[in-house]
T-cell receptor
Framework: DGGITQSPKYLFRKEGQNVTLSCEQNLNHDAMYWYRQDPGQGLRLIYYSQIVNDFQKGDIAEGYSVSREKKESFPLTVTSAQKNPTAFYLC?????????????FGPGTRLLVL | AQTVTQSQPEMSVQEAETVTLSCTYDTSESDYYLFWYKQPPSRQMILVIRQEAYKQQNATENRFSVNFQKAAKSFSLKISDSQLGDAAMYFCAYRSWTSGTYKYIFGTGTRLKVLA
């Protein structure tokens, strides 16, 4: 079955700790995205990547970092510089060809601060 | 910059009745895509329906249809014969072409309650 997987489902971060959220897709999509969702708000874009070894900052990139070493994988690291990391994180992907307008989402990771 | 506005934080509908969720957007582009996503309590985002701006015909997917008014920049979602499983957050989204890439802009969502 083709799809997007995110792990872990729940993640706990201690003060001053970096944590990494995993996102893998087997849809052969070129573009991948990370969003943050807070209560009462829509999805806010953290980072996105159109192709391997290239990525761009979204609207709220401060305190986050990403890599795109493989087409299938786009991990997100929440660094200690992110002072309010508690949120629900969604990974998404989409094709980069005509007809590939729809964005597909993973099941999400809930990050909580201890 | 493009924006998406959902002015109804919460809506309620009786089971089997029809409900319409509103969405407006602001853009200077002439060709774009619009989407409605559903987020049930599981928090998985599910595509409900999409609309291509250059198509005059309103998109329909079973009980879900849209009223796309391009000049008014309005994109409402109509759910007919509402079912308990329709209860969820609904997000309107716009795909923009910005700085040489596609970005998706989401509204703040409408929580739909379905009453038995």
């Amino acid at each position: 079955d083709g799809g997007i997987t995110q792990s872990p489902k729940y993640l706990f971060r201690k003060e001053g700790q970096n944590v990494t959220l995993s996102c893998e897709q087997n849809l052969n999509h070129d573009a991948m995205y990370w969003y943050r969702q807070d209560p009462g708000q829509g999805l806010r874009l953290i980072y996105y990547s159109q192709i391997v070894n290239d990525f761009q900052k979204g609207d709220i990139a401060e305190g986050y970092s990403v890599s795109r070493e493989k087409k299938e994988s786009f991990p997100l690291t929440v660094t200690s510089a992110q002072k309010n990391p508690t949120a629900f994180y969604l990974c998404a992907s989409s094709p980069w060809t005509s007809g590939g307008e729809t964005q597909y989402f993973g099941p999400g990771t809930r990050l909580l601060v201890l | 910059a493009q924006t998406v506005t959902q002015s109804q934080p919460e809506m309620s509908v009786q089971e089997a009745e029809t409900v319409t969720l509103s969405c407006t957007y602001d853009t200077s582009e002439s060709d774009y895509y619009l989407f409605w996503y559903k987020q049930p309590p599981s928090r998985q985002m599910i595509l409900v329906i999409r609309q291509e701006a250059y198509k005059q015909q309103n998109a329909t997917e079973n009980r879900f249809s849209v009223n796309f008014q391009k000049a008014a920049k309005s994109f409402s979602l109509k759910i007919s014969d509402s079912q308990l499983g329709d209860a969820a957050m609904y997000f309107c989204a716009y795909r923009s072409w910005t700085s040489g890439t596609y970005k998706y802009i989401f509204g703040t969502g409408t929580r739909l309650k379905v009453l038995a």
